[in-house]
């Protein structure tokens, strides 16, 4: 059964910094690319980074030069470095396969103070 745990949000002020993890089981880690998406009140679901098997990464442009997405496959976990956050980074994170089609998980709470 595959499982995708998210954790690591909380509140912050503007210009800090959080990290996320989101730990992965029932699927074969290594070989899937994997990403991070948000949901922000009342807008769609977004992919904001994501991470080859290899290790290439790309970013949304809301993102690039400030968050940073990262993987260790022997932990099965993809980390998200958030930095120099901003009140439209407030949001709920989720992790998941390029093109969500996983199950889900609860997501994360980040909430950014200005």
């Known amino acids: 059964q595959v499982q995708l745990v998210e954790s690591g949000g909380g509140l912050v ?3 800090g910094s959080l990290r996320l993890s989101c730990a992965a089981s029932g ?3 290594s070989i899937n690319a994997m990403g991070w998406y948000r949901q922000a009140p009342g807008k769609q679901r977004e ?3 994501d991470i080859t098997t290899g290790g290439s990464t790309t970013y949304a442009d809301s993102v690039k030069g400030r968050f940073t997405i990262s993987r260790d496959n022997a ?3 993809v980390y998200l470095q958030m930095n ?6 407030t949001a709920v994170y989720y992790c998941n396969v390029p093109g969500g089609i996983l199950r889900w998980g609860r997501g994360t709470q980040v909430t950014v103070s200005s």
Do not use: N, R, Y
């Open 27 to 29: 699927i074969m880690f």
């Open 75 to 77: 932990k099965k976990t």
């Open 47 to 49: 992919l904001v980074a």
């Open 84 to 89: 120099s956050l901003k009140s439209e980074d």
């Open 13 to 15: 002020q503007a210009g």
